[in-house]
């Protein structure tokens, strides 16, 4: 049976999953694996002969995996059995907005700033009606379709400013119709745009959020406020920044949120196209990365904001080529974490002079030789595409020293002792 090579693209499904035709997902489940075994050659478990077999998906539980602040708070809980797609860990969240289902920790740091941040709206002391009705209607929304990873559902498109975005402009919004996943088809309050990108500011929220409650509390919100009736001040409900995005500078949070308030979609994809246009980005990289409906204008944005921290770094094209991939909201996420930690390690010092993409990884060589590799998933353990991605990333050039993988998960002794077998560096950099 013929293998696959390791750059083809059916291989690259470790972070969020193998993309199947729509014949393919009607099959019954025995049926699928039986054809994928014919098809694509042995299913991962299936090592090769002078290896030990690979390993299973742990098991976890949240209490062992989360910090306690994101285990739970005042008006959430995260249930204890956490389950794992691939190297993601899945949760389940409940709050009075119903259960959320979610893939990636990342993806349950943003969904817990939603709950909790609309939550306390709603149940403000002294509140009015309107905020009581608020919670009552946000509480009806099914929060399935708040599972937005295999089926992108849509967003707000109502960001524009005024008339100049009604009808085939807004069609047009990012040129040849080419709007992202997260923007509606409807153009309903289309004129509440500029208010809504403010309320989420204010709040700390993403306006492009997949949550069809955020998107529902912003409108509802900015409903209330154009016609006089909202006296609360909504910037004292923000929460604290934590998680993730605290590797990066005040500064240059404040900086990306003042963009994605300030300017709309159409805005920004000018601002975006304006900046790495500047960094000498080849016009075809940039557009197939513009283009790409599964970034959000907030991750193309933020991603832009972290390559131009790299101005003087060859190969930042990389970075881009490989967002280009991204097939859905938690491939999203990966490539905007790990351009953000690519932009950290070269402020605090790490001195990126190239970077170069394998698959969906980007690695950056240093001024001392070293390659760095980022991994943003949750839990590492030896599986079959784990192994080909491993051997893929050795250094193509010996003046690399050494190959450092930061790892911002958890990883199994097997799998660190695997990495380090094959002469890598493994860098924990998990925090509880």
Known sequence: MRRMPADDPRTQR???????????????IPLLLASLAIAFGPMPGAARADEPAFEQAPKAVAADVLPAALLSGKHHTVRAAVGQRRLLQTFKVESEFGVYDVTSRRLLEIRVREIETLSRVANVKGGSEFFRSLGKSLAS????????????????RKLGKGLEKTGDRVRDLFGGGTTSAYESSSLDNAFSGDEQREIAAQL??????????????????????????????????????????????????????RLLRDKSPLELHRHNTGVLTQLGIPRATLEAFLRNRMLSPRHKTTITAALAELPKVRGITAVLEAATTARDEIGALYHEQQAILLAHVHREGGGLVSLRRVRHVVIGRQTVGREVVFLPVDQIYWMEDFRDLADGLKPTSKEASATRIHIRGHITKRAQAELESRAFEVVTDYRR
């Open 14 to 28: 470790y972070v969020s999953g193998m993309q199947y035709p729509p014949i393919v997902r009607r099959l019954p």
């Open 141 to 156: 929304i099914p929060t399935g379709a708040v599972e937005f990873v295999l089926s992108p559902a849509d967003s707000v």
């Open 204 to 257: 700390g929220l993403d306006v492009y959020s997949t949550n069809p409650q955020v998107r529902k509390f912003l409108n509802e919100i900015a409903s209330a406020r154009a016609a006089g009736s909202l006296g609360v001040d909504l910037a004292s409900f923000a929460l604290p920044v934590v998680g993730f995005m605290l590797v990066t500078t005040a500064k240059w949070r404040a900086d990306v949120a």
